[in-house]
């Protein structure tokens, strides 16, 4: 088979860099870059964690994810900026422009990555390495903000490449290069490794990817199942997956999450919220075409416990009110009246909805169907806001909720390839 | 030349490719007065996208203060605003 070559492109400090780059249009004379600072949530809402760092600011052991307290402790003179996701997807447009010059078959894989598939395309553009700093240099000359390119013959050890050294490089992982410059990196380095993972990997002297490659898979799936497996195969830089245009991976389920600007203690505020929530999933789940059969709610209460409850329909619904009264119900059975501070609903068990088996032991919900489809196509047609519930008139509470960008797609990452 | 980016009102005409010619342009000084800069000659345009913000920048030549300077304006397309960038 013909040999085949993978970019994976991926922003660094995307965040952070595009802020700056931004700042420096227009006419900032402080690149954000230069000095400790981070990109970090607005802790009058509670969302008060770092999202993006800068390179000085890593120095200090500034984790992405940590609290913007606990991060001002190690730095007293860290610059916070609040996230600003319109700039970023507009980025993020901007670079998915430059880098479909180079390949027809790009996929994003996030916001700020993207794979290319450059088989073949050497014929046309020559080198493969070559290319890539051409990429690489024309993002920097024409955006503003630097990259790290990695290059393989997979999308794995693309991936793994570009992670190697930053910023602003172009790196090579060949099979033939995993024992020199992937088996010594830490095994928690190696993608799909996790929290959950690292703990059961360090409990069995598994320290670098070196150590797990080495493993017997028996053993691995003897404690991790298949996906140990899958791992141990990372591990060996296998992995086949193609570079999917439009990213379609079939849809499994559509859940949104928000964290409440304070803690929630009535019931009602809840099933406020809850009904925020039902607004975005429900317009998610129609504009798909699907039907739900399972809803689950998650919260989280004020002191970070974590809870979830899901029930399993009769009947498969698209319907705002159905999926919002079954949640409240799920509610009811879970809550032991604790503040909440974050509330999640997810709809999963997903059928196609062209064919509809009614119930004669349910409401009629022809009526309701038709007013979701109208609130739908008012809200495409003059914005999210142009209609919502009265009930969240006066209550503080957005009417609807969940999502980067309320209401419109944002890439997200994904833990499948 | 030093780094402004102040807003600016400004006269301008389109040609039929939609490039926009700066003809004049005015801006609010300290002691809360117009000044009004005639730009004799546009030296270059330039288009960027840092980003992913298109922005047209122009280098021009007028007469200040009965000096004649050279300045950059920037004009950002999705706001339609235009800038004093540097002088």
Redesign the interface.
Known sequence: MKKRFIFHIDVNSAYLS?EA??R??????LDLRTVPSAIGGDPETRHGIILAKSIPAKKFKIQTGETLYSARNKCPDLLIVSPNYN?YR??????KEVIQEYSPLIQQYSVDEFFLDFTGMEKLLGDPMQTSYLIKDKIKE????TVNIGISSNKLLAKMASELQKPDKVHTLFPEEIPSKMWPLPVEELFGVGRATLRKFRDRGIRTIGDLASENPDDLKRYLKSYGLLLWNYAHGRDNSPVRYNNSIPVKGIGNSTTIPFDVEDESAAHLVLLSLAETVGMRLREDDYCTSLISISLKTKDFFYYSHQKKLHLPTDCTSVIHQIACQLLAELWQGEPIRHLGLRVSELSSNNLFQPSLFEKDIEKQKRIDQAVDTIRLKYGAQSVFRSAFLGSGLKPLSGGVIETEEYPMMSSIL | MKIYMQPIESMVWFNREGIPHPLRYRILTEDDAYKTIKINHVLFREEEKVAGNRMLLFRCQGEINGVLKVFELKYELSTCRWYLYKI
């Open positions: 595009w780059s931004h420096l249009q227009r006419g900032d004379s700039l507009q980025c993020s447009m901007a670079l024409k955006l503003g903000f």
